[in-house]
């Protein structure tokens, strides 16, 4: 007589480790935007003059005013804020963009947020908020996408994020703080990540049977190819917008 069958022991769920790289680019803008700022308290208005945006100025031709306002900030306050933002979410998305795609959502995002509010709004703004809320909104997408992947932990650190990002904006309708700029940082960040993020899938390495992440998406790898094709675009906008 064949007595009870015992259940099969249960198999413990395995981590597996997401691929990242050591954060390099984020303490190397922030020690850059805060080399800027030095410069902005020894030398005054008129080296922070060159770091506004101003919408006669790009106007009348001085287009590089889209790139420079990421690193002047208007007042300590102003850049702790924004400093500590980026060194609390910048080694969280550097780590799996790897540095290429990081560097390419912080500064696309900042001018995407310059051209937002250039288009949006005449009042002068500077500031890497744009940049980090594009930091932001790509941390959100990289959750998003592996939420089975990270499972509650994993939901929990995205609903976070989005948190995040609604009071921040709900904060940004407040007087003399661009909420184009962080808008358009924002947008660009979820698109940029959306098209080129990494999208991780669990296999089963043939030779060692040990499970492995692995990055389904080959964008990319055409990573520069599709920026030396966006950059003459995005000049061109920039240029036919400012005429």
Not at 139 to 162: D, T
Not at 195 to 214: K, N
């Amino acid at each position: 007589m064949i007595g009870p069958v015992s259940p099969a022991p249960a198999v413990r769920p395995q981590a597996v480790p997401v691929p990242g790289v050591r954060p390099v680019w984020t303490y190397a803008i922030l020690a850059a935007t805060c080399l800027v700022f030095l410069g902005q308290w020894t030398l005054g208005d008129s080296f922070t003059y060159y770091g506004l945006k101003i919408d006669a100025l790009i106007r009348q031709g001085e287009t590089w005013r889209f790139v420079t306002p990421i690193f002047f900030h208007g007042g300590l306050i102003h850049l702790f804020f924004n400093m500590y933002a980026l060194y609390n979410i910048g080694p969280r998305i550097e780590r799996p963009l790897g540095y290429d795609l990081f560097l390419v959502v912080y500064l696309y995002s900042g001018v995407a947020g310059v051209a937002a509010s250039f288009v949006m709004t005449p009042d002068n703004s500077l500031g890497a908020s744009g940049a980090i809320f594009g930091l932001i909104g790509s941390l959100a997408v990289f959750l998003y996408r592996h939420s089975r992947l990270f499972g509650s932990i994993g939901r929990s650190m995205l609903y976070n994020v989005i948190f995040i990002i609604v009071i921040n904006l709900a904060i940004s309708n407040l007087p003399g703080i661009d909420i184009w700029g962080h808008i358009g940082g924002l947008a660009a960040g979820v698109l940029i990540t959306w098209v080129l993020g990494p999208v991780y899938a669990i296999a089963v390495d043939p030779f060692t049977g040990i499970p492995t992440a692995v990055n389904t998406n080959s964008s990319l790898r055409r990573l520069p190819v599709i920026l030396l094709c966006l950059l003459p675009l995005g000049l061109a906008a920039l240029w036919l917008t400012a005429r």
